[in-house]
């Protein structure tokens, strides 16, 4: 499915473009990745703050570690496709004066998402000692769950790159977007509590699969169902399929457009 191959031909080129981004992305702050690494979690204090009175987390078994893997997942697909869209804009003089493969710069955004989503899991790591969560071997198969989801993410992310070089408003137009999404994808509620309509149509939202298997494995420490896989599975094969034809298909009008 995925170009192993020139992932690993061109992993030196991803690494050192991941590490200028950062460089780039940290040269205003001081605590630079740290904000990153810790934004899940800034955000999770404030939404159990804020809705464990609303929702009545009496009813929900460790609701602060609820909220955190529903926002890693959210930040991690955040991240990685506002990268993507703009990563062939903002690296121009490297399009027009170099040969190299374009999905390379995609592929840096998720490579660079990646890293963040590590550090983060080791902080929520800590946070399942806290609240007396046990390790069990089948946490190790999250892995699963992110492989397939940073799929699905790359996907979404070659489309946004491509309509971003032509239609630079995308980018306000995907931050209303990315809002919805945030609000309906159970991140801070069950979604029990939606009328079985919208809980069909939860149960097709890509994103808040993603957020249900990882909750699965991480703080029940069961093996989600198969469904559940397949759905995932199907995700990540359409939007990369769809999104690597319109990238491949638009490459050679890219660099012009720029």
């Known amino acids: 499915m995925l170009d192993i191959n020139r992932i690993r031909q061109n992993m030196f080129i991803i690494q050192q473009l991941a590490r200028r981004d950062k460089r780039r992305e940290n040269a205003s702050t001081s605590l630079g990745q740290v904000w990153q690494i810790l934004n899940p979690f800034i955000n999770m204090m404030v939404l159990v703050v804020l809705f464990s009175t609303i929702f009545k987390t009496d009813s929900f078994v460790n609701y602060p570690l609820y909220i955190c893997t529903g926002t890693l997942i959210y930040e991690f697909f955040l991240l990685g496709t506002n990268g993507c869209m703009h990563s062939l804009v903002s690296n121009r003089q490297f399009l027009i004066k170099t040969t190299i493969d374009k999905n390379i710069y995609v592929l840096v955004k998720i490579y660079v998402a990646l890293i963040n989503l590590f550090f983060s ?111 995932l599975g199907f995700y990540a094969f359409v939007f990369y399929l769809l999104g690597s034809l319109i990238f491949n298909k638009m490459t050679e009008d890219i660099v012009a457009k720029l």
Do not use: C
């Open 121 to 231: 899991l080791i902080i929520y790591a800590g946070m399942m000692i806290w609240f007396k969560i046990p390790f069990r071997f089948i946490n190790l198969l999250v892995i699963v769950d992110v492989a397939l989801f940073s799929v699905f993410v790359l996907g979404v992310g070659k489309i946004l790159a491509v309509i971003y070089v032509n239609f630079a408003d995308i980018d306000y137009l995907y931050k209303i977007i990315t809002l919805f999404i945030f609000y309906g994808t159970a991140i801070f509620y069950k979604p029990e509590r939606l009328t079985p309509v919208l809980q069909v149509v939860m149960s097709w939202n890509p994103i808040y699969i993603g957020i249900a298997i990882a909750r699965q494995l991480l703080i029940d420490g069961i093996f989600p169902s198969i469904h559940l896989w397949m759905k």
